[in-house]
């Protein structure tokens, strides 16, 4: 009885041992390792990779061209920096004679003469209270000049003529008035003064007139 106790004990041993066996190589292999083949370690936890919040940024589009350029000849390259800037119009200035063209050979009709120009003889003063003076003029148009004089004459025709001018008006003159051949500013009593000195010149100024019908700029024309 007590061999048959010892035998049953000594097999129930033996079938727990060969169950722990066979649940060991179910679980992993002989090492006891898991089926992945890498051992756990203790207290290790599996995280998962960390997601990127940051987002690219973003590079603007460069965009290239693959053709070829076309070569510049030397003679173009050299015309292109010394090419000169185009020659603006010459602008009328105030003290300078007309051209030729349209110059009359004999006294002119009201209809021909320069709406822009006459010749001065004299300068009426007005009271201080106007703030005018009044010029003294005849009415013309340039003559043809001959081939051996310096410059085309005035012609003038008709009857003498007043104009008021302001006293504040801008005036330029040229010799014989100033000792130069360019305009030069000179006030109106200046003006006033030189003709009262010279009365009948019958210098050329051309003119421009303001809102309330007077002369408010004179500027006399340079004639040799």
């Not at 940051?54 to 965009?63: H, I, L, Y």
């Not at 602008?91 to 002119?108: R, Y």
């Not at 006459?118 to 013309?140: D, H, I, M």
């Not at 001018?165 to 003006?191: C, F």
Request: charged content about 20%; some cysteine; overall charge negative.
């Amino acid at each position: 009885m007590k061999q048959s106790g010892f035998r049953q004990a000594v097999v129930a041993v033996t079938a727990v041992a060969l169950a722990a066996v066979v649940t060991g190589c179910q679980k992993g292999g002989p090492t006891g390792e898991p089926a992945g083949g890498a051992a756990a370690k203790p207290g290790a936890v599996a995280t998962a990779p960390e997601e990127t919040t940051d987002t690219p940024t973003a590079q603007p589009a460069v965009r290239t061209s693959n053709a070829p350029k076309t070569p510049t000849s030397p003679q173009a390259s050299r015309a292109s920096r010394t090419s000169k800037p185009s020659t603006p119009a010459a602008e009328k200035k105030p003290g300078a004679a007309p051209a030729a063209p349209g110059c009359v050979t004999a006294p002119p009709d009201p209809d021909a003469y320069d709406p822009d120009e006459f010749a001065l003889y004299r300068v009426e003063e007005l009271p201080g209270s106007t703030g005018k003076v009044n010029l003294v003029l005849q009415n013309g148009a340039w003559g043809c000049g001959e081939p051996d004089t310096d410059g085309a004459p005035f012609v003038v025709s008709g009857e003498e003529s007043r104009w008021a001018m302001d006293q504040a008006a801008y005036v330029t003159a040229t010799t014989p008035i100033v000792e130069s051949t360019e305009n030069r500013r000179i006030g109106v009593q200046e003006l006033i003064d030189w003709v009262k000195a010279h009365p009948d010149s019958g210098l050329v100024f051309r003119y421009e007139t303001g809102d309330d019908g007077a002369i408010h700029r004179l500027d006399q024309v340079f004639t040799p």
